[in-house]
């Protein structure tokens, strides 16, 4: 293994023919010349001499008729001079050396634990608007200020812990716990109906009934009271509650066009690429000619991982852009008329139509499209508590 | 420095030396050398050589000469009156008269 010194400031080789060998040797000794590993092979001897001394060896040797064969030059001068001229290396050498000196003085990495109800990602808003991100410098971090922010202005927060250990941060949170909100009940209700149907049943009802099975009542009618006339104590007042089933119909009319405007996509896609350091953003290639108003548009950064250790703070982002334009389609008939249902069935799911008792369809193309009609009687709860105020 | 011999033969410095009882190599002129096993000689004082090869080596020690031969013989360091000589050594002989 070579002596790093050595090395770090460049020897010669230097080789001459063994007839010269005593010549050589006693210019070394007599200039006070030092050398090591001097070795002979083949008739020749080599030596190893510092840059210095060997100038002053040549030039001693070609005053006294000595012909050195070789002289090859070792170390990392000679490392430095034979790439001299490879600019973007010297760039890359200074470059990491900022960058290892500038990395330690950083926040790398934020790291949670103990959250429950919240996502990660929205502890790290909340820590990024307390002052606390990764890309800060360490020394301007100050935990206790950060830590005292987060529990006054976050109501998510009841209790913060933050320590830098190097450059990661070690956030332990407790949430707040919230309570259910307690639901204000009226002490005093009708239930009325919600729509209009015939009444099929009960279920669970508190207060005087005011309809029978079989009756039509109409959106507002009053199905159950919660005010009782005893005639020998006068009134009582309840909140009335429970369900009123009813018969109901529901009509639903969808509308699809024979001709419609559909998106296609040009086939031809532009991206552009960011170098994402620390949360700055440099870019570094794009291949947009011109920018075009209608197109969709994919935003993904991907950060490097490396040997699991977790995201690092530098990553590519990547913009694509696809542009795209809207142009008339027609569809067939059938491809009509199963969108047509298709949609009907969306309706109805949103609507919570079940327990279906009678379902009638028609549709029929009319003026360039498909109308599809569908009337439903269901059973349904049409009971909705309307409070009432006793004054006295 | 041109000794002048008494009737034992000995010159006027090996009286000196013998009577102060100095170490020879400490006078002008002295050389000291120090054998190492079979493997390395270190030669003080003034000193020169005169062949080189990896079988045979001489060195001039004023007015004698030191012969060295071996195997694989190397001047490992020379720098001012030292000379070191490392190697596998078969024999070490001087030549020349000074008494």
């Given at each position: 293994?070579?002596?790093?010194i050595i090395f770090?400031?460049?020897?010669n080789?230097i080789?001459?023919d063994?007839?010269?060998?005593?010549?050589?040797?006693?210019l070394?000794?007599?200039?006070?010349?030092?050398y090591?590993?001097?070795s002979?092979n083949n008739?020749k001897?080599s030596l190893?001499?510092?840059?210095?001394g060997?100038?002053r060896?040549l030039?001693l040797?070609?005053k006294n008729?000595?012909?050195v064969?070789?002289v090859?030059?070792?170390g990392?001068p000679?490392?430095i001079?034979?790439y001299r001229?490879r600019?973007?290396?010297l760039?890359?050498l200074?470059?990491?050396?900022a960058?290892v000196?500038?990395s330690?003085?950083?926040l790398?990495d934020v790291?949670?634990?103990?959250e429950?109800?919240?996502?990660e990602k929205?502890v790290?808003?909340e820590l990024?608007?307390?002052?606390?991100y990764v890309?800060?410098?360490?020394?301007?971090?100050?935990?206790?200020?950060?830590q005292?922010?987060?529990?006054?202005?976050?109501d998510?927060?009841?209790?913060i812990s933050?320590?830098?250990?190097?450059?990661v941060?070690?956030?332990?949170?407790?949430?707040?716990?919230?309570?259910p909100?307690?639901?204000?009940?009226p002490?005093?209700?009708n239930?009325v109906a919600a729509?209009d149907?015939?009444i099929?049943?009960?279920e669970?009802?508190?207060?005087?009934?005011?309809?029978?099975?079989?009756d039509?009542?109409?959106?507002g009618?009053?199905?159950v009271?919660?005010i009782?006339?005893?005639?020998?104590?006068g009134?009582?007042?309840?909140?009335a509650?429970?369900k009123?089933f009813?018969?109901?119909?529901?009509?639903?009319?969808?509308d699809?066009?024979?001709e419609?405007?559909?998106k296609?996509y040009?086939?031809?896609?532009?991206?552009?690429?960011?170098i994402?350091?620390?949360?700055?953003?440099?870019?570094?290639?794009?291949?947009?000619k011109?920018?075009?108003?209608?197109?969709?548009i994919?935003?993904?950064?991907?950060?490097?991982?490396?040997?699991?250790l977790g995201?690092?703070?530098?990553g590519?982002?990547?913009v694509?852009?696809?542009?795209y334009e809207f142009k008339?389609?027609k569809r067939?008939?059938?491809e009509a008329?199963?969108?047509?249902?298709?949609k009907l069935r969306?309706?109805?799911?949103?609507?919570?139509i079940?327990d279906?008792?009678?379902?009638?369809?028609s549709?029929?193309f009319?003026?360039?499209a498909?109308k599809?009609?569908?009337?439903?009687?269901s059973?349904?709860?049409i009971?909705?508590q309307?409070?009432?105020?006793?004054?006295? | 420095?041109?000794?002048?011999?008494n009737?034992t033969g000995?010159?006027?410095?090996?009286k000196?030396?013998?009577?102060?009882?100095?170490?020879?190599?400490?006078l002008?002129?002295?050389?000291?050398?120090?054998?190492?096993g079979r493997?390395s000689i270190?030669v003080?004082g003034?000193?020169k050589?005169?062949?080189?090869?990896?079988?045979?080596i001489?060195?001039?020690?004023?007015?004698?000469t030191l012969t060295?031969i071996?195997?694989r013989?190397?001047?490992s360091?020379?720098h001012?009156?030292?000379?070191?000589?490392e190697?596998?050594i078969?024999?070490?002989?001087?030549?020349?008269d000074?008494v």
């Amino acid at each position: 293994m070579q002596n790093p010194i050595i090395f770090l400031f460049g020897y010669n080789t230097i080789t001459a023919d063994l007839s010269y060998a005593a010549k050589i040797l006693n210019l070394c000794g007599f200039y006070g010349i030092p050398y090591r590993n001097q070795s002979c092979n083949n008739d020749k001897i080599s030596l190893e001499c510092s840059l210095f001394g060997t100038a002053r060896l040549l030039r001693l040797c070609r005053k006294n008729g000595i012909d050195v064969i070789s002289v090859t030059p070792h170390g990392l001068p000679h490392l430095i001079f034979s790439y001299r001229r490879r600019y973007g290396l010297l760039i890359g050498l200074i470059l990491a050396t900022a960058l290892v000196f500038l990395s330690g003085r950083v926040l790398w990495d934020v790291r949670i634990d103990g959250e429950v109800r919240l996502s990660e990602k929205e502890v790290i808003d909340e820590l990024r608007a307390c002052g606390l991100y990764v890309g800060m410098p360490l020394d301007k971090i100050d935990a206790d200020v950060i830590q005292n922010r987060v529990m006054i202005y976050s109501d998510d927060v009841s209790w913060i812990s933050i320590n830098l250990s190097g450059t990661v941060a070690h956030v332990e949170i407790r949430e707040s716990t919230k309570l259910p909100e307690e639901e204000k009940s009226p002490s005093v209700a009708n239930l009325v109906a919600a729509k209009d149907g015939k009444i099929a049943g009960f279920e669970e009802v508190r207060g005087d009934i005011t309809v029978k099975i079989g009756d039509f009542v109409r959106e507002g009618d009053l199905l159950v009271s919660g005010i009782r006339d005893s005639k020998t104590l006068g009134f009582t007042y309840t909140a009335a509650e429970g369900k009123v089933f009813a018969e109901v119909v529901d009509e639903y009319e969808v509308d699809i066009p024979l001709e419609y405007e559909k998106k296609e996509y040009l086939g031809n896609a532009y991206c552009e690429k960011y170098i994402v350091f620390f949360g700055k953003e440099i870019k570094i290639y794009s291949n947009i000619k011109k920018k075009t108003e209608s197109c969709d548009i994919i935003d993904t950064v991907e950060y490097a991982n490396v040997l699991s250790l977790g995201e690092l703070p530098f990553g590519i982002r990547t913009v694509r852009y696809i542009p795209y334009e809207f142009k008339t389609a027609k569809r067939s008939e059938n491809e009509a008329i199963d969108l047509a249902f298709y949609k009907l069935r969306l309706i109805e799911e949103e609507k919570g139509i079940c327990d279906i008792l009678k379902k009638e369809l028609s549709g029929e193309f009319l003026g360039g499209a498909y109308k599809l009609r569908s009337k439903t009687t269901s059973q349904k709860n049409i009971a909705r508590q309307v409070e009432i105020e006793i004054n006295g | 420095m041109k000794q002048k011999k008494n009737e034992t033969g000995q010159s006027l410095v090996e009286k000196i030396n013998k009577t102060l009882d100095i170490s020879p190599e400490a006078l002008p002129g002295g050389t000291l050398i120090s054998i190492s096993g079979r493997q390395s000689i270190k030669v003080e004082g003034r000193v020169k050589i005169l062949l080189y090869s990896p079988d045979k080596i001489v060195l001039a020690l004023g007015k004698e000469t030191l012969t060295v031969i071996g195997k694989r013989l190397l001047c490992s360091a020379y720098h001012g009156k030292d000379i070191t000589l490392e190697g596998y050594i078969y024999l070490v002989s001087f030549e020349g008269d000074t008494v």
